[in-house]
């Protein structure tokens, strides 16, 4: 599928932790020494106490590097939940407060590389061991030939559905919707089961409204700006079609129920409660549901996009901070490589991970060429370690072959989201909402929004 081909886990609005380890107060990146002597760094995204099993093992990767890598010391890894929240991480980049080593989300890069606001590390990616084998995800983090993160995760977006929710309804687990209309006949089945069953849950707010709008709008074959990043391009049929089915379902069929899900844990954790039968979402839910709102994982698969004419390709990544001194750049890397890129090691010590009862088998992180030591590697542990159930993807797997990645609308994506959320949350509180209207008015704020940015 090639998952990081454009977003998540960009993914959205929670509030960050204020937990640290160990102690420091640092606002700035600070080294010591030369390259051959201690230098300092300050890492972030490390995962909540609240999600104990990767909390540990993060912890434990902190240790294990830093003891084989004595000349760097780590001064400060801050929590996050989820690792990419819009308020936080501005504060944080308009104070100059990042950490040397910062989590960012696709939409981010562009205007990030675009302002100055990473370090250059293309002198520096030729120390890694795995950059030569990284797939297509790489060219994300490039601009005019030069290099300024490093692609770590990522995402395309499908159906995620309830396969009790679904048994309970009379409805077939094995052969989830395949149209939107599937979809809201599947969805009146379920609500239909009583009190607190939902057939279909949405955001309406806080940039994951208009997340989600986009990842419908790419499947219905429709765009957000146009080509040439200048002007809106929603204001279509397909984009009309996205609101419509949600108006239908929320008010016609009542399959949606009247509680809003404003921001990404809100959905989750409603997700997670057993009575919700789909959701949009890529197969890293599967995995939130499980470790983060303690959901019954085998109860869940997913399957691919409903009509889907383009895939939704999102994802996040790794920068560093451009006041970071060469030594700072090169002691990130390091961290970076050892706990996201390297085979059997951090987020892929899948022997770990399986000993850790964390889940090993989902077909993501994509970050190889199938044909490269270092993806040959990946897929070779992960099947030999796999604990789940590779039919609760394999509909998605299959189902998305062959649909064409779409990228997140470009370096301003967040605030288009923003803009977007005023619909989605318009159909969903308001039963004579305008939709016509609604998408006019978004359409002359998003091109005022493109005009001003140039």
């Excluded at 201690?38 to 003891?67: G, H, Y």
């Excluded at 929590?79 to 990419?84: E, I, K, R, V």
């Excluded at 920068?319 to 059997?344: D, H, S, V």
Aim: with cysteine; hydrophobic share 40%.
């Amino acid at each position: 599928m090639g998952l990081l081909l454009a977003t998540a886990l960009g993914l959205t609005a929670a509030a960050c932790g204020s937990e640290e380890k160990p102690a420091g107060n640092e606002s700035k990146p600070t080294a010591q020494g030369s390259a051959a002597g201690p230098v300092s760094i300050t890492v972030n995204c490390m995962p909540p106490k609240t999600n104990k099993a990767q909390r540990a093992t993060f912890e434990e990767d902190l240790a294990a590097f830093q003891q084989l890598n004595p000349n760097i010391k780590v001064e400060k890894a801050t929590d996050a939940f989820p690792c990419y929240e819009p308020r936080t991480f501005e504060a944080k980049l308009a104070g100059g407060q990042l950490e040397t080593v910062f989590y960012v989300n696709f939409p981010n890069v562009g205007r990030l590389m675009e302002s100055g606001q990473a370090a250059d590390i293309t002198p520096y990616v030729g120390e890694l061991k795995t950059f030569k084998d990284y797939n297509a995800s790489i060219e994300i983090f490039k601009k005019d030939g030069k290099i300024y993160g490093l692609p770590t995760d990522g995402y395309g977006m499908g159906l995620v559905y309830n396969r009790e929710v679904f048994t309970k309804a009379g409805l077939d687990p094995n052969n989830p919707p395949k149209t939107w209309a599937d979809v809201q006949a599947a969805a009146k089945k379920i609500a239909a089961l009583g009190p607190g069953y939902v057939g279909f849950g949405e955001y309406s707010g806080n940039n994951v409204g208009g997340w989600h709008f986009t990842a419908s709008l790419y499947g219905r074959g429709g765009d957000v700006i146009t080509p040439d990043g200048k002007k809106a391009a929603f204001n279509t049929p397909e984009g009309k079609a996205v609101l419509e089915n949600l108006r239908q379902m929320r008010w016609a069929d009542n399959s949606m129920g009247s509680k809003l899900y404003i921001d990404w844990p809100a959905l989750m954790k409603a997700m997670a409660g057993g009575k919700m039968g789909m959701m949009v979402g890529a197969p890293d839910v599967l995995i939130g549901l499980r470790n983060d709102f303690q959901a019954k994982f085998e109860n869940y698969a997913v399957t691919s996009l409903p009509e889907a004419k383009a895939l939704f390709n999102g994802g996040a990544g790794y920068m560093i901070n451009p006041k970071a001194t060469p030594e700072q750049i090169r002691a990130g890397l390091k961290w970076i490589e050892y706990e996201f890129l390297t085979p059997g090691k951090g987020q892929l010590d899948y022997v770990r991970a399986k000993g850790a009862n964390l889940t090993v088998g989902q077909p993501y992180p994509d970050l190889y060429g199938a044909d490269t030591p270092s993806g040959q590697e990946v897929l070779k542990l992960r099947a030999e370690n796999a604990n789940v159930d590779p039919g609760q993807f394999a509909l998605w797997v299959e189902g998305s072959k062959g649909i064409p990645a779409k990228a997140e609308p470009g370096p301003y994506a967040q605030e288009i989201y923003a803009i977007l959320d005023t619909p989605m949350s318009a159909v969903l509180t308001r039963q004579d909402a305008d939709i016509d209207k609604l998408l006019a008015d978004a359409e002359a704020k998003v091109n005022a929004l493109l005009e001003q940015k140039g």
